[in-house]
């Protein structure tokens, strides 16, 4: 089955503490995405990667980092998580960047709170 | 900069036609998406429209798009309980998405 896959699904944790959010596709997509959505402000892109080793910040990068060292894999991670990052978290892929009619793939989120 | 806007919520009842719209701002966009979210799930793409197209029908859905006025609107026919979720509109002219706020769609009996 093609998907998208995120984990952890839920996860509470504390100021500071490094944490790191796995994202993996089985649709051998070139393009990766994340994004956290909040109340009233819709999704917001934080980084993308059009291919290995291949990543660029979005609108939102500030206190998050990316790798793409496989086609597959785009772990996202948070190295000293605040409380204004508790969000919900989607990871996304697409063959194209999401324009000319690429569908973006969705995980079924990550919802983080950091206390 | 790029910016799309949609109301937060609509609320309609079982069997009544529902609207939802979008207004963005960047003239360039080439398409303009639909995307659904169920409850506790991600996102996913119910519909594009090409911006040289004026109207799209699929089944119950209805996209209308005013170039001029850069405004999308999305009509459900027949709106039914399962059509409850959010939705986004969203952008793109390049490789990046941009979503709309979301409007949340509740349908009661």
């Known amino acids: 089955e093609a998907q998208v896959t995120q984990n952890p699904r839920y996860l509470i944790t504390v100021t500071g503490k490094k944490l790191t959010v796995t994202c993996s596709q089985n649709?051998?997509?070139?393009?990766m995405s994340w994004y956290r959505q909040d109340p009233g402000l819709g999704l917001r892109q934080i980084y993308y990667?059009?291919?290995?080793?291949?990543?660029d910040k979005g609108d939102v990068p500030e206190g998050y980092k990316v790798s793409r060292k496989e086609k597959r894999n785009f772990p996202l991670i948070l190295e000293s998580p605040s409380p204004n990052q508790t969000s919900l978290y989607f990871c996304?892929?697409?063959?194209?960047?999401?324009?000319?009619?690429?569908?973006?793939?969705f995980g079924e989120g990550s919802r983080l709170t950091v206390l | 900069g790029e910016d799309v806007e949609q109301s937060l919520f609509l609320s309609v009842r079982e069997g009544d036609s529902s609207v939802i719209n979008c207004t963005y701002t960047?003239?360039?966009?080439?398409?303009l998406y639909w995307y659904k979210q169920e409850p506790g799930a991600g996102l996913q793409l119910l519909t594009y429209?090409?911006?040289?197209?004026d109207m799209k029908q699929d089944q119950r859905l209805t996209v209308l798009l005013n170039k001029k006025d850069k405004h999308l609107s999305l009509r459900i026919a027949d709106t039914q309980t399962g059509d409850s979720a959010i939705y986004f509109c969203?952008?793109?002219?390049?490789?990046?998405?941009?979503f709309g706020t979301g409007t949340r769609l509740q349908v009661f009996p």
């Open positions: 969203a952008e793109t002219n390049t490789d990046k998405l941009i």
């Open positions: 649709m051998n997509h070139e393009y």
């Open positions: 996304a892929s697409s063959f194209v960047g999401g324009g000319n009619t690429g569908e973006l793939f």
């Open positions: 960047d003239s360039s966009s080439t398409y």
């Open positions: 429209i090409f911006s040289n197209m």
């Open positions: 990667s059009m291919n290995v080793e291949v990543t």
